[in-house]
């Protein structure tokens, strides 16, 4: 079955630390990947999104992951926080029928 | 180009009572999907539709939720009666060749 796991519930980093957000995923086929961000009040903003190619890709606000087929993972990576980062961090992976299967979330605290 | 907009943006209500969430998906955008977070848990897919056909209902918890699209445009979720486990935070997405989330709807069901 697919599935998304992030075992991370809530992580806590000091501003201008580095970041790695983990995301690990079971799907059959060549995924698709995306990083989701929601900030207090706010939607689900993408960040990133990996179809094929350069396993590493760069997306907004500074962000990037990589992908790693041996792994199964897509970890998130940020190499210097800034209190505006503070929300929660969705990864997902496309299923059949375009729909989006999610992990449970990881709460980011930035602490100044 | 405005975003997708959900209404109401929160929701209180009494079990056993009537709740319809409204989306307005982007302009264009064909595909409409409704997402669901219980608190604590994942964001979870509810159904897809493509223009005003529902491609796609297997998240549809049961027969007490009833999605339509009207001619293809906005999208309304009921939920009808309501029960405690249906709180969580609804969301809507529509897309072209890119998701688009909307901010969600808050639902509380006391």
């Known amino acids: 079955a697919q599935s998304v796991t992030q075992p991370d519930i809530h992580i806590t980093v000091s501003e201008g630390a580095s970041l790695e957000l983990r995301c690990n995923y079971s799907?059959?086929?060549?995924?698709?990947l995306f990083w989701y961000v929601q900030s207090p009040g706010q939607g689900l903003q993408l960040l990133l999104k990996y179809f094929s190619g350069d396993t590493l890709v760069q997306g907004i606000k500074g962000f990037e992951a990589e992908f790693k087929r041996s792994q199964s993972s897509f970890n998130l990576r940020k190499p210097s926080v800034h209190w505006s980062d503070a929300a929660e961090y969705f990864c997902?992976?496309?299923?059949?029928?375009?729909?989006?299967?999610f992990g449970t979330g990881t709460r980011l605290q930035v602490f100044p | 180009e405005a975003g997708v907009t959900q209404f109401p943006s929160h929701s209180v209500i009494e079990k056993g009572q009537t709740v319809t969430l409204r989306c307005d998906p982007i302009?264009?955008?064909?595909?409409l999907y409704w997402y669901r977070r219980v608190m604590g848990k994942e964001i979870k897919f509810l159904l897809h539709f493509v223009k005003e056909s529902k491609q796609d209902e297997s998240g549809m918890p049961n027969n007490r939720f009833l999605a339509e699209r009207t001619g293809g445009t906005y999208s309304t979720l009921k939920v009808q009666p309501a029960e405690l486990e249906d709180s969580g935070v609804y969301f809507c997405a529509s897309s072209g060749t890119t998701y688009h989330f909307g901010p969600g709807t808050r639902l509380t069901v006391l």
């Open positions: 302009s264009g955008h064909d595909n």
């Open positions: 799907y059959g086929a060549t995924p698709y």
């Open positions: 997902a992976v496309e299923g059949r029928t375009d729909k989006l299967i």
